[in-house]
């Protein structure tokens, strides 16, 4: 717990690990899940020890209640009378999705429900996204007379253009299902076959060389940047750095010995 003035604070967001998989679970359901200081606070702190551990593999975002995340909290973002420039309450929020979108390590989202606003910008920084099929996405801003502006630097990163203009710009309220088709989820899950499918990618995502992992996220940012030469000098640069590398030659022998990479959490870990 946290303390405030020696009295101890719940917190908002809980952690644990097991077979190399941190669950962060975001636990504010009496307001949504909203982006609060405090829960910001939470959430970067338990970010940052997932990141700094050495036995977690693997990261997966959730939440509890209904509702994924709401978005920011508007009862802290009411400028007090006399202050009507004073930026409003953001807290770590940028860079909390930077954690998440620079992350070395894989990160899930697991939806349990709805997202809202500026809960979608975290769906968007997370490498997966899998949500139940009754889950509804809207990006509200501009009916309340702001903008998606923060998020929309991982957002527009994963929307398809036209969908993105669409959604941003009327709020209307949209499915799991279109969710996937425009790039904000990877899937789009029955229920009762979310954790199953949680599951799964988590499994193959340990299957990975840690190191292989963090390089093979940036080629997926940075490649499609690269013109055709210089994206074939140096990836035949990084491949053969690769294929020598420690990670890369313990790999090769697994392969070859027909045995578990030494990188993958054993039974006993799970």
């Known amino acids: 717990m946290n303390t405030d003035g020696g009295w101890p604070v719940e917190r908002l967001v ?32 338990r970010l940052n020890w997932a990141l700094a551990a050495d036995d977690v593999r693997v990261i997966v975002l959730t939440a509890t209640g209904p509702v ?9 973002q009411r400028a007090e009378p006399g ?50 099929d009754s889950a509804s996405f809207a990006f509200t ?3 309340l007379g702001v903008v998606p502006a923060m998020i929309s630097v991982t957002v527009l990163r994963r929307l398809d253009p036209r969908a993105a203009a669409e959604y941003l710009l009327t709020g209307e309220v949209f499915d799991a299902a279109r969710a996937q088709e425009i790039g904000l989820l990877t899937r789009a899950v029955p229920e009762e076959d979310l954790d199953s499918v949680v599951a ?14 963090a390089i093979t996220k940036q080629l997926v940012r940075t490649v499609p940047t690269l013109t055709v030469e210089e994206g074939m000098r140096q990836m035949a640069e990084l491949s053969a750095r690769r294929f020598t590398s420690a990670e890369g030659q313990e790999g090769i022998a697994a ?10 959490p054993g039974p006993e870990e799970a």
Not at 114 to 123: I, N, P, W
Not at 255 to 264: L, Q, V, Y
């Open 141 to 143: 801003e501009v009916r």
């Open 68 to 76: 994924f995340c709401s978005g920011a909290d508007l009862k802290e």
């Open 14 to 45: 809980h952690k644990e690990v097991s077979g190399g998989v941190a669950t962060i679970t975001l636990d504010s359901p009496r307001n949504r899940n909203a982006l609060s200081v405090r829960l910001l606070g939470d959430l970067e702190d």
């Open 255 to 264: 392969f070859m010995e027909k045995r578990p990479a030494s990188w993958i």
């Open 83 to 132: 202050n009507a420039h004073e930026a409003p309450v953001t807290a770590s929020f940028p860079e909390i999705m930077n954690l998440i979108w620079e992350s070395p390590k894989p990160v899930v989202c697991r939806l349990n429900g709805t997202a809202r606003a500026g809960g979608l910008g975290l769906v968007a920084a997370c490498d997966f996204a899998i949500a139940p």
């Open 200 to 213: 799964h990618y988590a499994g193959m995502l340990l299957r990975g060389g840690p190191e292989a992992l």
